[in-house]
């Protein structure tokens, strides 16, 4: 039990405060232990900070922007190693993706204390590990893994690239919800809804063609878009390829997507792979039911077939298209779904996320 005399130091790392699900954790979970009555301080790498946080903020990003590109990456190596050393933290956790070995290996080594906490967030473990599990020892031998999903933490204990490997849940924000989904006007439920940023991995060009195979717009529904990636302006090409412009709307980037999941029949996702999907859990919490391939990994510990929403057959849009179908058109199916959609993810509040973690920490807070 950490002694409670002063107050509780906990660092955390990210990339950056914006644009990503485990950048979002990072910023929540701030909130939660400042509020909690921990000291936190953040540290990113990158200049860039568009969601809210609680505490001190190390921005690196700002370190020598305009330097040469080996000179800067070690002024902040060095000013990154000074800052943690300084303040003699009682936990520091890595929210970051660690493709670099040289510089994981360099940062365990020489600037992370033995009380670091690395999470993975992600079911592709080489965003955080190398492929060799002898190299991936070097780094996490005798160190504390967190994974957001239970089948990351089996991926890692089998293929043995970590001795400690634990899990919890990403968590969202229910009041934080409920603050921004009347926000804006959106329009009645005549669409269905897919999010993220339009890349290969969520594969929304096959759901475009899914969606031109259904029957949904035999009943009037129309498929919206949110997000910006490499692929939209080719995604566009293919709506008007295959003559649905009037069906398919691409909305872009939007700040505050929980109207928009507030006010949509159900929303969709046929990703590759996921790691542990907020957007799934995030629409859930406002009472829409999804639609989702069971990927590896994440959604099969959020859905519950046919009782918050449909779960499919991995990576067949066949059995996508059906699932689309069928919700679309068995009220009674789609009812039942959405009356269960909410109360179906309070295990993932806020509240209970950041007490898994003070409990995980062994801190007491009165």
């Not at 924000?173 to 897919?194: H, M, P, R, S």
């Not at 029957?215 to 949110?226: A, E, G, S, V, W």
């Amino acid at each position: 039990m950490i002694k409670q005399n002063r107050k509780y130091k906990i660092a955390l790392v990210s990339d950056c405060l914006s644009g990503g699900g485990a950048e979002k954790v990072h910023a929540l979970l701030s909130i939660y232990f400042q509020k909690a009555g921990l000291e936190v301080h953040s540290v990113i790498f990158t200049d860039w900070v568009t969601y809210d946080y609680a505490g001190t903020l190390m921005n690196l990003g700002k370190v020598k922007p305009n330097s040469f590109f080996i000179t800067r990456k070690l002024k902040r190596f060095f000013v990154m190693r000074k800052f943690i050393r300084q303040n003699r933290f009682d936990i520091v956790i890595d929210f970051r993706m660690r493709q670099n070995f040289i510089l994981e290996f360099l940062l365990s080594k020489t600037v992370y204390p033995k009380n670091t906490i690395y999470t993975v967030h992600h079911g592709l473990l080489e965003y955080y590990f190398p492929k060799s599990a002898f190299l991936s020892r070097l780094i996490y031998k005798n160190r504390t893994c967190v994974t957001v999903s239970e089948a990351i933490r089996k991926a890692i204990l089998k293929r043995d690239l970590a001795k400690k490997v634990d899990c919890i849940y990403n968590p969202i924000d229910f009041k934080a919800i409920n603050g921004l989904v009347n926000q804006n006007e959106v329009a009645g439920k005549n669409y269905i809804l897919a999010v993220g940023r339009m890349d290969d991995i969520k594969q929304f060009d096959k759901l475009i063609v899914a969606y031109s195979k259904s029957r949904l717009r035999d009943n009037n529904i129309k498929l919206l878009l949110l997000g910006e990636g490499k692929n939209k302006e080719k995604y566009i090409n293919l709506v008007s390829q295959l003559g649905m412009d009037d069906w398919v709307e691409f909305g872009g980037f939007v700040a505050n997507p929980f109207p928009y999941y507030k006010n949509a029949l159900f929303l969709a996702l046929c990703s590759k792979n996921e790691g542990f999907p907020n957007v799934l859990i995030e629409c859930l919490s406002v009472g829409t039911p999804v639609v989702s391939f069971d990927c590896f990994t994440g959604p099969s510990e959020i859905i519950r077939d046919r009782e918050n929403g449909l779960l499919v057959e991995d990576q067949n849009f066949i059995k996508l298209t059906e699932a689309m179908d069928l919700l679309a058109e068995d009220h009674e199916l789609y009812h039942h779904c959405k009356a269960n959609a909410s109360q179906s993810v309070e295990s993932f509040s806020l509240d209970k996320i950041g007490k898994q973690w003070l409990d995980y920490l062994k801190i007491n807070v009165s």
